[in-house]
């Protein structure tokens, strides 16, 4: 009996190729004056400015700085100014990144408090503090959490008051960043201060899950082989 | 005047209820011990794990949520068929579903671009969660998501299944036993630079309209991943081999086998000191890597289900012994030496059930499963740093104790990338 032929399996369609005008091409190799010009230049489409942002970050081009500052208020372009800025080893970002705390509202200032944590910028303290009692409570719950990221013992107190006085999704987001912030002094060296704050973790009244969480870093820390002993 | 034990009796005569009465059969379950789970962002991939929970009489799938009404509707029509009920509800807010109580642990098989913030967001809502990988998108990703699951004392399980296939686990087994000699070197086979090459494309598709919000909610599909026109090809699964969702083939294959290496090693807790990119980026290529006491780590297309017949996902463990290699064919080549030791494993299939089975079994014990995340975060940096290498086109060394490269002040930079907003790990 003749073989009967088969249908050959349809052919997968080929994906779709991105357009000139949206590849990244050379942008992939300018040096900061470049992306400077190319940043500033109102002809400059959103697709060159996004690649513009992303090269310039992981460049290091601290002279870019001034012209990513400028994106951070852009609705599509926001998150790319913060990929320029938020790696750059300079301490002119987190001036502007505070800077634009005071500009920027909903979204993009929440993205602007999240890059703050990222660089754990204890100058920032004072207006996170302030935020932390938005109405709006997305920009209020990111800035618990960077109080928490920034994790000194002027944020476990910050954290500390204000919990007793929060109720559910804000009570949860304070403890999270509280648990944080004990990580934070932990790995500072400041052991005493991070137990003290997961003691307070511990109460009855912070939500289970820190709760837990304060716990066991107690009994994880308690039961180190490092943890400090007294001389014998 | 009763006494205190015909109290007792009284009152207990009428809570002790035949288990038929409660619908539990012998041998089932009890409702109050099932591991109760969610979804989110359930696809191909996802379906296949949801598939095997679904098997198990120790665990109810009750809840999905997805950006795309499609994939709600599939998924609950999926389970509650297999349930014989209309119980699994659906959501498109993460939240709503993370905030049920009764929910216990998450499976969460979205794109890469959400695994980690989901994760977190799910340990920080006090579940357990079984993720699919990649688990990260950057080193930084990486470290908080470990982080994170001790900060909560939550359990995570990646969805690295050949941790729990019996022919890897054989090939490990004769390694730890000493029948393979020292360890010299470890090969993680990435998949043909054909597929995903090492570098992803930096570039963007022509934008489209977007469907109505009912249908596709873009806007969260993006989530922490910076914004870029509605294109549907990326919804349908070619958001692979985009950078900005995507860390192409070292990290999408990395993180199948350089875990494996890992776990085989004893290397759960650390990484290489060295990463060496060779070859282009149309193939084929290698990343060389080596660790603090010299073992090296390949990461290497050119053996993808290649000559040694082993299949997909292989990887490969030298000794001064003997060498053994093994993929999802099951089968595995040895060296002479080694042959006698060698014997029948089950079929690759198995590998997700038995891995899934850890999970809810760990859910139930409080045990930590094997790919935990801690693991994950270690053979994750591996392939970042290996792709961060490759990016560079430069031989990287890396610190371990203080987690950055020692060389290049570029490749520091591409240890994160910035959320968009509002998300944040």
């Known amino acids: ?29 300018l040096a900061g004056p ?8 109102p ?18 081009a601290v002279e870019a700085i001034p012209a990513l500052a400028r994106l951070l208020g852009d609705e599509k372009l926001g998150s790319y100014a913060r990929y320029g800025l938020e790696p750059l080893f300079s301490p002119a970002v987190d001036e502007t990144l505070r800077g634009a705390l005071g500009k920027l509202k909903g979204n993009l200032l929440i993205g602007v408090i999240g890059s703050i944590s990222k660089r754990r910028d204890a100058l920032a ?6 935020l932390m009692q938005d109405p709006n409570t997305g920009i209020a719950e990111a800035a618990v959490a960077a109080v928490g990221s920034i994790g000194s013992a002027e944020s476990a107190r910050l954290l500390q008051s204000a919990l007793p006085k929060a109720t559910g999704r804000m009570q949860m987001q304070l403890a999270d960043a509280a648990l944080v912030c004990a990580e934070q002094l932990l790995a500072a060296g400041k052991r005493d201060q991070a137990l003290e704050l997961y003691a307070f973790l511990s109460g009855p009244k912070i939500p289970r899950a820190a709760r837990l969480g304060a716990m066991s870093a107690i009994v994880r820390e308690e039961t180190s082989t490092k943890r400090p002993r007294p001389a014998i | 005047m009763s006494t205190r034990r015909q109290v007792l009796k009284q009152s207990l005569a009428p809570m002790i209820v035949p288990s038929l009465v409660l619908g539990q059969r012998s041998g089932q379950t009890a409702p109050s011990d099932k591991v109760v789970m969610g979804g989110i962002g359930i696809g191909s991939r996802g379906a296949h794990d949801l598939s095997k929970i679904l098997k198990f009489s120790d665990a109810r799938f009750l809840a999905i949520c997805d950006v795309r009404n499609e994939r709600r509707e599939t998924i609950k029509s999926t389970v509650d068929q297999a349930y014989g009920n209309r119980d699994c509800k659906m959501y498109s807010d993460q939240y709503e579903l993370l905030a049920r109580p009764d929910i216990d642990a998450v499976l969460i098989a979205t794109g890469d671009r ?14 357990d969660v079984y993720c699919e990988k990649p688990c990260s998108m950057s080193i930084e990703e990486s470290w908080a998501l470990g982080r994170a699951f001790q900060r909560y004392n939550r359990l995570y399980q990646a969805g690295c299944q050949r941790r729990n296939g019996a022919n890897f686990k054989l090939c490990r087994e004769l390694l730890q036993s000493g029948a393979l000699g020292t360890l010299t070197a470890l090969y993680a086979n990435v998949g043909p630079s054909v597929n995903w090459p090492p570098l992803p494309s930096r570039d963007w598709l022509e934008g489209q309209e977007l469907p109505p919000a009912g249908v596709l909610d873009w806007d969260r599909w993006l989530g922490p991943a910076p914004w870029r026109p509605y294109h549907p090809t990326y919804v349908q699964g070619g958001w692979r081999n985009y950078y900005d ?11 199948h086998t350089v875990d494996l290496c890992h776990w085989a090693a004893g290397l759960d807790d650390t990484q290489p000191v060295e990463y060496e990119p060779v070859g282009g980026n149309t193939g084929p290529y290698s990343v060389e890597c080596r660790y603090a006491n010299g073992v090296r780590l390949v990461m290497r297309d050119n053996a993808w289900d290649g000559a040694l017949d082993t299949g997909s996902c292989s990887f490969r463990i030298e000794g001064d012994k003997g060498w053994v290699e093994t993929g999802d064919k099951t089968r595995i080549a040895a060296s002479e030496s080694i042959k006698p030791l060698l014997r029948p494993t089950e079929p690759a299939p198995v590998a997700l059930e038995n891995h899934m089975r850890e999970f809810i079994t760990c859910v139930r014990t409080r045990q930590t ?12 940096v591996t392939c970042h740093a290996a792709f961060i290498a490759f990016q560079r086109g430069k031989k990287l060394t890396w610190s371990v104790e203080n987690r950055e490269f020692t060389n290049d002040d570029i490749a520091n930079r591409m240890r994160s990338r910035a959320l968009r907003e509002p998300w944040r790990i």
């Open chain 2, 245 to 255: 969702f995507h860390g192409g083939g070292i990290l999408e294959w990395g993180s």
């Open chain 1, 34 to 41: 470049a992306l400077v010009q190319l940043l500033n230049d």
């Open chain 1, 125 to 130: 303290l004072a207006p996170l503090t302030k």
């Open chain 2, 369 to 380: 499963p094997s790919a935990n995340a801690a693991a994950a975060a270690n053979s994750h």
């Open chain 1, 43 to 60: 002809t400059a489409s959103e697709f060159q400015k996004a690649k513009a942002c992303q090269r310039a970050g992981e460049l290091g």
């Open chain 2, 114 to 127: 959400w695994h980690t913030p989901l994760s977190i967001i799910a340990a920080q809502h006090g579940k």
């Open chain 1, 1 to 29: 009996m003749a073989q009967q032929p088969t249908n050959p399996a349809p052919a997968r369609p080929k994906p779709p190729v991105p357009p000139e005008h949206m590849k990244e091409g050379a942008i992939a190799k």
